[in-house]
């Protein structure tokens, strides 16, 4: 299912008699799905941005606000506890979004993972934020990042860019069983209004860019200034001396087409990644300020001097809508109308029911839930899923 949503920059802040709500209905969903799924079963979930705006729907928030990310997510981390769910969420917005390798030091002991893992799963986090932020530039800049792990080691990186000349936001979703290459076509799908024509170093179509972006740092600091000089040449109009024809023309009207500025903080980060040598992607980002524009100077090299254009494909699909999820209780902002105080309550001790039946073995309540789900309309992303000849998210 989808892996992105444009969300609309929304102001204003949760009172404290909704964030309450919000966390006990929060936690009883949750529970619920893990007793029925297992903690793959929630992550899963948590990786289809679909469901997760429906989840943020359910617990009273907007259906469409920017806000649902940063709030769904700090509500999941204050009421699910790693010893008793099986999961830790870490992170989030600003300067949370840097805390996730020390708050992982304590999560990985809480949740009994071995060193490596904490490793890899710090790995992880560092590279899904370049990607969503070096390797696909679609003009959205990360300021949310969190990671979300389980007890097996899977995780689900949920981030958020913001563009403020749109007034939009933007959800990205990266899972452990999308792809073995964190930056090859991680994400766990795409879902948006909004469609553009982005630098997309993720996409399969830009395997050869990516080979020579990885080769061109290792061939010295002064060669590849030179080869950037050439591109700027080509980007103010003109024609290559040498070499077959350009794959395409240069599109001035897009950002990634840019004439590249020879900074110092560029030219930094060049001479750290030639001193690394890197052999892979992943190398390449993990390196000391290699950024976005370091990526872009990269890329317009191996398209404009060696021919290897990378993809500038939007990882977007249809968008789709989960607004009937906003009927649950009501929204924050009164959309479709204020949040019913009583019927979140009910709903609540129904669900707290469920979950303390089942954790005593009794499985009734949890099997008549099951049925009544069954009687409910289609949801649009099943439709979707069957249209297309997939199975739903199990």
Do not use: C
């Amino acid at each position: 299912m989808p892996g992105v949503a444009d969300l609309p920059l929304h102001g204003g802040h949760v009172p404290r008699w909704l964030a309450e709500i919000m966390k006990r209905m929060a936690r009883a969903v949750a529970e619920v799905v893990i007793i029925e799924h297992g903690t793959e079963g929630f992550l899963r979930r948590l990786a289809d941005p679909y469901w997760f705006q429906a989840f943020n729907n359910v617990i009273g928030m907007d259906w469409d606000s920017s806000g649902s990310t940063t709030v769904t997510l700090g509500i999941l981390k204050t009421v699910l506890d790693p010893e008793e769910h099986g999961i830790a969420v870490l992170g989030g917005k600003g300067a949370r979004a840097r805390a996730v390798p020390k708050e992982l030091e304590g999560a990985a002991e809480r949740l009994g993972l071995g060193t490596k893992t904490a490793e890899l799963l710090e790995t992880v986090s560092r590279l899904g934020a370049k990607v969503d932020s070096a390797l696909l530039q679609d003009g959205y800049s990360i300021y949310h990042h969190a990671l979300v792990v389980d007890e097996r080691g899977r995780w689900v990186i949920v981030q958020q860019g913001m563009n403020p000349e749109a007034r939009m936001a933007r959800r990205y979703h990266i899972a452990w069983y999308v792809s073995d290459d964190v930056t090859l076509e991680p994400h766990s799908g795409v879902a948006s209004d909004e469609r553009g024509e982005p630098l997309n170093l993720t996409h399969s179509r830009s395997i050869g860019a990516r080979r020579v972006v990885v080769d061109v740092v290792s061939e010295g600091v002064r060669r590849v200034e030179r080869m950037i000089a050439e591109v700027n040449a080509v980007l103010k109009g003109m024609r290559p001396l040498f070499g077959p024809p350009l794959p395409r023309a240069p599109r001035p009207e897009l950002p990634y087409y840019r004439p590249i500025s020879m900074t110092p903080r560029l030219l930094k980060a060049l001479r750290e990644a030639y001193e690394v040598r890197p052999s892979s992607m992943p190398e390449l980002l993990l390196t000391k300020g290699v950024g976005p524009e370091v990526v872009r100077a990269l890329s317009l090299v191996a398209e404009l001097i060696y021919r290897e254009p990378p993809s500038l494909h939007d990882p977007v699909t249809a968008p789709i809508n989960p607004f009937k999820y906003a009927f649950a209780i009501g929204g924050k902002d009164g959309i479709p109308y204020p949040v019913r105080r009583d019927v979140a309550r009910v709903v609540i001790e129904e669900l707290r029911e469920v979950v303390e039946r089942a954790k005593l073995g009794d499985r009734e309540r949890l099997r008549a839930l099951r049925r009544l789900a069954s009687l409910a309309p289609p949801d649009p992303a099943e439709a979707l899923g069957q249209r297309r000849g997939r199975s739903p998210n199990p």
